[in-house]
């Protein structure tokens, strides 16, 4: 344990300035990152667009797990419950009612939080391995139903987006568009974390993953902050799962309740530092740059080759890159041996 | 001042399946007063002040604040009608600094603040005022125990409570740190807080109390003034054991 030592008081106006400064550095990074993402855009070849606009899906759809699993610490193992329930109302509602694109993206969002709140009410009483199992079922279960209700979602059979024809209410975006509309999605779900970090609804999420007695002993209403939160995390992942129903045209139950999904968006937050915004946006663009390079370069092994480095990433890494980093700077510590000590239960 | 009761509890009472932790608990705090309440391990101090915070929901009885009935209400409503509280096993927010860990309170509390900067800048006020000025950058994992259970005080004033339980304060403490915080349990009481202090320490009890009830498994064994509730046999009895007692009596 370290031993008390008074810090020197600095001039008060120059630690406002520095303070200040600090405040807007990630607000300025953040839109030089955006100008370079658009920037980008022209150097690449069609192939490369599309691997990079699946890399912004990932980025929103990780900066919204992280919402209610990193912030709150509610881990959803049944994210994917939300990205489904965008794409398949997109589908339906462009398909069968003939709504613009626009209007299904925004409702698509909607919808989905909605429903998380709907679940989150009853499912966020449930703490750790439970919640994670109970949203898990819902996902499993929600896919069910979407497979089964065949007259809406052509059941197992998928749902095909009109894009051409009279039936197109919207034209297709083409590479082009859907790498702005995800890079749009990406930079929303960043903006909107960044916001969340520094109010008020941040510390109250982050008291509540600490200790919600505690935290509702100094008058936050934890159930609402939770379902919120959860609400909120769901309404981005709804509209991602909207845009991607769009760009693949024909969508089954499989692929857009797929599990693997919620858990790419889990080992993303976690690799990048959970409960911090430049984490998970960090951990989907690593992970998902790696992952296409593995696989174009070892097509056989590249699976394994991913699994080992995530294990090492996570032994050596527990908290995440960026929460390393920052205690690392704090404490001068920058040893990852000493750092997996510390973590070691 | 009212002369409402800041704090008023009938027949409170909770059970645990087979085991009715408190029963029967009825007394009244007035505005400005601090009341010790003490007892033997397992006499259910605890569970009354999670009775009265709303972490715990009474099964009989009612619980008034300023008049209000507020029996079985939420712990977030509880605080923000005021009524802030300690935990004996110290909880801080990791993660956050010392400075943010108080903040929060602040954001939430009663006459709380949306205001980021403005709740920060507060929280300063506080940690100076509980003795930790300058600790406001920490993580409050590298306190001292003295001083996490500062950190715990000082997220209670953050709400800028009427009435402040205090659960164990000064548990594991050792003596020359014991005095700050009865000096600053005076303090507060001549701001007006009416404050609940559970204590093991007996000395610390007799120097704050203006009121003392003792309970002994789960009852209200008596109350009163301190002096005259510590020298009662009864009271006696139920720390030591009926053979003390005696012995005593037979001494004298």
């Given at each position: 344990m370290p031993t008390r030592t008074q810090v020197p008081q600095k001039g008060v106006t120059s630690t406002v300035r520095r303070d200040q400064a600090r405040r807007l550095r990630p607000w300025a990074l953040g839109l030089v990152a955006l100008l370079a993402a658009l920037g980008l855009q022209g150097q690449l070849y069609s192939g490369q667009e599309r691997t990079v606009a699946t890399i912004f899906m990932f980025v929103a759809l990780a900066e919204a797990w992280n919402l209610i699993?990193?912030?709150?610490?509610?881990?959803?193992?049944?994210?994917?419950v939300f990205f489904g329930v965008g794409g398949y109302f997109t589908a339906v509602a462009m398909s069968?009612?003939?709504?613009s694109f626009w209007v299904s993206l925004l409702l698509s969002g909607v919808i989905a939080a909605l429903f998380a709140t709907l679940i989150g009410i009853?499912?966020?009483r449930l703490k750790g391995h439970y919640f994670a199992i109970a949203t898990l079922g819902v996902a499993e279960g929600m896919r069910e139903v979407v497979t089964n209700m065949t007259d809406l979602?052509?059941?197992?059979?998928g749902i095909t987006v009109p894009?051409?024809?009279?039936?197109?209410t919207t034209a297709y975006l083409g590479n082009d568009g859907f790498y702005l509309l995800f890079l749009g999605l990406a930079a929303l779900s960043v903006l909107i974390a960044g916001l969340v970090a520094r109010n008020k609804f941040g510390y109250a999420l982050r008291a509540i993953n600490q200790d919600e007695d505690a935290a509702a002993a100094l008058g936050i209403n934890t159930t609402r902050t939770k379902v919120l939160a959860f609400a909120l995390s769901g309404f981005i992942t709804g509209l991602v799962g909207a845009s991607y129903a769009f760009q693949q045209v024909t969508i089954f139950p499989e692929r857009l309740f797929d599990v693997d999904i919620t858990v790419l968006m889990i080992i993303m937050v976690v690799i990048g530092g959970?409960?911090?915004?430049?984490g998970p946006l960090l951990g989907a663009v690593a992970l998902q740059f790696l992952s296409e390079f593995l696989r174009q370069?070892?097509?056989?092994?590249h699976t394994f080759i991913l699994g080992a480095i995530i294990i090492v990433a996570v032994i050596l890494l527990p908290q995440g890159a960026v929460n390393y980093v920052r205690e690392a700077r704090r404490?001068?510590?920058?040893s990852l041996l000493a750092n997996v000590r510390k973590y070691r239960l | 001042m009212s002369a409402v009761p800041v704090l008023e509890t009938r027949g409170l009472g909770r059970r645990f399946g087979g085991l009715q932790?408190?029963?029967?608990v009825s007394f009244s705090v007035p505005q400005g007063q601090v009341l010790g309440v003490i007892g033997p391990n397992g006499a259910g101090k605890s569970t009354f002040i999670n009775l009265v915070s709303g972490h715990i929901k009474p099964t009989e009885g009612r619980v008034l604040i300023d008049g209000k009935?507020?029996?079985?209400?939420?712990a977030w409503v509880i605080a923000q009608a005021g009524v802030a509280r300690t935990f004996q096993i110290v909880k801080p927010f990791r993660g956050m600094s010392v400075r943010e860990n108080v903040a929060v309170g602040i954001l939430y509390?009663?006459?709380?603040?949306?205001?980021m900067s403005k709740a920060l800048r507060a929280a300063d006020e506080v940690l100076e005022e509980v003795g930790?000025?300058?600790?406001?950058?920490?993580?409050?994992?590298?306190?001292?125990v003295a001083d996490a259970r500062r950190l715990e005080f000082a997220k209670a004033l953050a709400l800028r409570p009427r009435l402040l339980l205090l659960d164990?304060?000064?548990?594991?403490?050792?003596h020359t740190e014991i005095e700050p915080s009865l000096e600053l349990i005076r303090t507060l009481k001549a701001r007006g807080i009416t404050i609940i202090v559970v204590e093991h320490v007996m000395k610390a009890i007799l120097a704050v109390s203006d009121q003392v009830l003792v309970l002994h498994q789960g009852k209200v064994l008596t109350s009163g003034d301190p002096r005259e509730v510590l020298s009662d046999p009864r009271v006696i009895e139920a720390y030591l054991g009926h053979r003390y007692v005696k012995r005593r009596e037979g001494d004298s």
């Open positions: 699993g990193g912030f709150a610490g509610y881990a959803s193992f049944g994210q994917v069968h009612w003939h709504f009853p499912l966020l979602t052509g059941g197992g059979a894009t051409v024809g009279n039936n197109a959970s409960g911090t915004v430049l370069n070892f097509t056989n092994l404490t001068k510590e920058y | 932790a408190v029963s029967d009935d507020l029996t079985g209400a939420r509390g009663s006459n709380g603040t949306n205001v930790l000025a300058g600790l406001g950058d920490r993580p409050p994992g590298e306190l001292s164990e304060v000064m548990a594991g403490l050792r």
